[in-house]
């Protein structure tokens, strides 16, 4: 676990700021911001392409207490087109694509994703779960209703973002050729 | 506001014996009293809508039923829709070249809910045009306001007649001949019962509801199918659309946005303004602004020690002088009733006796006060006693504190204080400008039990200084000793160690 291992396929943007720790595998086109975290404490994870991470943002994989003796490590896979906003803490044990999980927002590791997901700012999501696709939780009460489609795509803040952030943060290089 | 005086440890008795922290009382200058929000007039100055700031007339208002032509709010979620472009097709199908047409659509920025979840078609504009539905009791609705309003007409006119009648009696000489006017009526050859010709006008009764004894069986899939929560409506979500109450999400349809009002408030005593806001939506900003914080010293408990039954414990309090005027304070035992607040209130509705209304210790004739009440009170207020009970005595020092006026600049001077006060170093433990700790000493009341919430009073009694306008022989600015009762929350009742 000590051992940092981070794969960062090319077209990707790590900021050297971020702090990343384990086996992690990052895919084309996801842009992850500095003061991100990512640990891979229980066994690897790979994010998908496309997946706009933001800053303060805690990606933990971690296995619930009942679940740690397991012989097999399991892998964290990230889908595509995953939004993290800020400040976001999430730790589910699964998650599909197109999901956004708003500021401050909480998931804990025994909530699966699936796919077109939001989960509102402030929300709290710890019970044990799978989450219906285009689900939305909202609101101080976690409301839960559920969407006609998935949540449009960040494509224009994230071209913006790759053309902005080269300019003022140090990025970590690409090493493995997709 | 309350926040920054909070937690509420001190209160203030209002004029009408409601406790109050000084953040939500109001001072009335004219009258020279503590006001809350319920001694006061409440009126609707403007309704406005607070995401277009639109103003509205109140009959235009009224008219809308107090909702916004133009802003919607979710239904789902009670939050303002914003109008999105969606679509951009080209406006005409065959010829690709065609401008793109822009369609709109409402959408809610925090639960994601949209006009397109329930099948709104979109809008070519981006004002609007958002078809409203009809009531399906809309007409029912309409029978039953104009009975109720054929009603009042009525009635209205049933009362004139009444008084008409009334005063008649006295004008007319039936009484006195033994002719009553029916037959007097009748003899000229008129018909007898004029006087209910108003009432045959009776309005129209609409067909009154009928009761049904067969109903709806509940369905079986209640309790045999698992609920979808994500589809039924929430009790809000319902009494939002309080004509339709729709009980599935795919009834839910943009709700018109309820309009917001400004207020004023209004002296009950004297009909002076207290607070009155500017008329523009966009401004938070007031004309009249007689928040008790500007001119009533705010008191806050510094600390206080451990307290005990029956022994005495030191109190810090910091008084502020909020006004840019000298102030002296005296700390005066608690009157809980039957006290000189109250005589003062009733007669103060007087101004007729000027000697009562006028505290024994004033230092000059409040001749201005008295020009000034020429307007005739609209309703008398009875203050109530103060129903909060005291459990701790306070030693009430022979000195007075002297608080110097407010000085923004005060706080960035480094050079010390130049004010010159000669303090009783027994009562006075440290001053800085206009704000002064005074030390108090406490005695929870003996044979209390363990954990006794200790509630102390006093009387402060402050000079306030009037500077509404004078009259011409009374240049100087009047001065007023006045009396409020405060209460101070000390904390929970210890044990001895
Ligand atoms: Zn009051
Ligand atoms: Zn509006
Ligand atoms: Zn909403
Ligand atoms: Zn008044």
Redo the contacts with the bound molecule.
Sequence with gaps: MSRNSIKILQGALVCEESKLRGDITIGTGTIIHPSATILAEAGPIIIGDCCLIEEQVKIIHRLPFDQQDKENTPVLIIGSHNVFEVDCHVEAPKIGNYNVFESKSFVGNKVTVTNGCIIGAGCKVTQEQILKENVIIYGHDCHMREGLDRPGLQTLQMETLSKMLPNYHHIRKPNKKN | MAHVVGPEVVKYA?????L?SISSLYFCRYCCQ???G??VCHEVDSHFCGKCCENLPSSEARLKKNRCGNCYICPSCQQELSTRIGSKGPSNPEDPKSTPKKMYYLSCLYCRWSSRDVGIPDQSAATGGWPDRENVNANRLQEIIEMYKAMVLAEKQQKEKDKKKQRGKYLSYTDRTGVTAAALRKRIGLPVDIQHSLLKAKPKEPEPAIAKEDVEDLPEELLTKPVNLTEVTTIEQRLLQIDLQPTTVEKLFPVHKQLSIKRSLRCRSCEHNVSKPEYNPNSVKFKIQLFAYYHVPEIRIVTVEPLRAGRPSELIIKFTNPTQHQTTITILSLVLSGDENEVKEETGDQPSLPQEKQPPSLSSQPSSLLSLSSRQPSITIKPRPVSQEVNADVAIPSSKVILPPRDDAAEYDDSGDTHNIQDDPKLVVWRKSNKAFVKLLVTPKQGLALNTEIVAGFTMQHIYTNTIATTVENREPDKHDHNIRVFLTLGNLVGFD
């Design positions: 209002c004029t009408c014996g409601l109050k503590l006001r809350c319920f001694c």
